[in-house]
C-alpha cells in the first residue's frame, strides 16, 4: 500500500538528547527498510538500512530497529546535534523486480535546539 | 554509493508551457531510474519507473501522456511535465537503484508554474 504524508508529525529535542523517530510500515512483503534525512530543498540522504532478516542495526550515532511483528520502524538518534535538524522519512522494498523501487512513509520533522 | 545530478535544479514556467527535467547517473550504469514528486510538507510519492530502452511504468493515478519520461540510455533519464499548469508545481526528485535495493538520490528539481 501507499503512505501519504499530508502534514509531517514534528519532534522538537535538545541538543545533546537521545531522537527516537517512529515509522509504520505497510507492507509485510517488504524485506529492505531504509531511513533517510531530508534538508530543506534537496533530495533524501541516506542514513542506515536494514533487512528484514534482522531487527537491529546500528550505525554512527544512529541505530535502527525493526518490529516486523507490528511493521513499525525506528531510528534513534544518539546525542543530536543541531546539524541533525530535517525531516526524516522511513521507506520500504519489496525486493524482487521492485529493486530500489521505494515507498516512503509519512515523514518527521526534527528541530535540535541548541 | 551512485551519483545523481539533477538539472536544472530549480525553473519556473508559464502555465501552458512544457518543461523538461534531466536525470543523469555519473557513475553508475542505470538501467531503472525512478521519478518522485514531493509537496511542500509531505512525503514523496513514486510518479514512475523509468527503463532504459523501453516504456516507463506509471503509478496509479499518474498521467503518462502529462509526465513524459524518456530513459534513452543508461545514464540519463528525463521527465517532461507538458502543459504544465500551477497544481503541477512541486518538488521532483529521481533515484536510481543500487546494487542491494537501496536508492540514491538527485537533488531535486523545484518546479514552479506561474
Known amino acids: 500500500g501507499e503512505s501519504v504524508g499530508l502534514h509531517l508529525p514534528t519532534l522538537s529535542v535538545q541538543e545533546g538528547d537521545n531522537s527516537i523517530i517512529n515509522c509504520a510500515y505497510s507492507?509485510?512483503?517488504?524485506?529492505?527498510f531504509i531511513w533517510y534525512k531530508q534538508e530543506s530543498g534537496k533530495g533524501p540522504q541516506f542514513i542506515i538500512d536494514?533487512?528484514?532478516?534482522?531487527d537491529k542495526r546500528q550505525g554512527q550515532r544512529v541505530t535502527v530497529l525493526l518490529n516486523k511483528t507490528v511493521k513499525h520502524l525506528s531510528l534513534q538518534i544518539a546525542a543530536t546535534q543541531p546539524g541533525d535538524s530535517a525531516v526524516y522519512f522511513c521507506a520500504e522494498n519489496a525486493g524482487g523486480t521492485s529493486y530500489g523501487k521505494l515507498t516512503f512513509g509519512q515523514g518527521t520533522i526534527l528541530t535540535v535546539h541548541p | 554509493g551512485a551519483v545523481v545530478s539533477q538539472h536544472p535544479s530549480w525553473v519556473i514556467c508559464k502555465s501552458g508551457t512544457s518543461v523538461k527535467i534531466e536525470c543523469r547517473s555519473l557513475d553508475f550504469q542505470a538501467t531503472t531510474m525512478f521519478w518522485y514528486r514531493q509537496f511542500p510538507k509531505q512525503s514523496l510519492m513514486l510518479m514512475a519507473t523509468?527503463?532504459?530502452?523501453?516504456?516507463?511504468?506509471?503509478e496509479q493515478g499518474v498521467e503518462k501522456d502529462k509526465f513524459l519520461i524518456n530513459h534513452a540510455s543508461l545514464t540519463l533519464s528525463t521527465l517532461t511535465v507538458t502543459s504544465a499548469h500551477p497544481e503541477d508545481s512541486s518538488f521532483y526528485i529521481c533515484s536510481i537503484g543500487g546494487r542491494g535495493s537501496e536508492a540514491f538520490f538527485g537533488q531535486g528539481t523545484r518546479l514552479t508554474v506561474v
Open positions: 507492507n509485510s512483503a517488504s524485506d529492505y
Open positions: 523509468s527503463n532504459e530502452g523501453s516504456k516507463a511504468t506509471y
Open positions: 536494514i533487512r528484514s532478516n534482522m
